[in-house]
């Protein structure tokens, strides 16, 4: 059986989501097209289709221990030299997030990740130095807010990217 790759993340919403990636595009990120405009929570499993029941039945039991909770974007920062990433940074909101990414990571027994977690939304990733630069400078000033009350799951499809399957409610229903 074919193992599905799951991706666990907080959507930016409407417009700022579609704004982010329209402006992703333009830096010349080909993830662009592939990739909605999120901040991780935890970097992507796999699973076989039979266990995903008890992946949505854990997630859901994880979603009613954080409450929603205010995010405010803004500004820019990068994980460069160690990695050609730009990303806007979550300003408002981490202390929650990174509650919810170790609810989640213990829900799903997760393995612990590569890089301490820093929630942010990617920008720009893999690029030359100069689309890096110009993505750093141009959205040094974006800023939005929202409030945070659903976390989603995605799907991998090698053609389509990552394509959202489910939304967990965050808080007791």
């Given at each position: 059986m074919t193992p599905v790759t799951v991706g666990i993340a907080i959507p930016v919403p409407e417009p700022y989501g579609g704004d982010l990636r329209k402006m992703r595009a333009a830096f010349g990120d080909p993830m662009a097209q592939t990739v909605p405009s999120h901040v991780t929570l935890i970097p992507?499993?796999?699973?076989?289709?039979?266990?995903?029941?008890?992946v949505y039945a854990a997630l859901e039991r994880a979603s009613v221990s954080i409450p929603p909770f205010p995010m405010r974007l803004r500004g820019t920062g990068t994980f460069r030299p160690v990695s050609p990433v730009v990303f806007i940074a979550v300003s408002q909101g981490i202390s929650y997030t990174e509650m919810l990414a170790k609810t989640v990571r213990r829900a799903l027994d997760a393995p612990e990740p590569d890089f301490p977690f820093h929630p942010h939304v990617t920008i720009a990733?893999?690029?030359?130095?100069?689309?890096l630069d110009r993505a750093y400078d141009e959205l040094s000033s974006f800023e939005c807010q929202f409030s945070v009350d659903e976390f989603a799951l995605y799907h991998h499809d090698d053609a389509a990217g990552w394509v959202p399957q489910h939304t967990f409610a965050l808080g007791p229903s």
């Open positions: 992507p499993l796999q699973y076989d289709r039979q266990e995903l029941d008890g990733h893999n690029l030359d130095d100069a689309s």
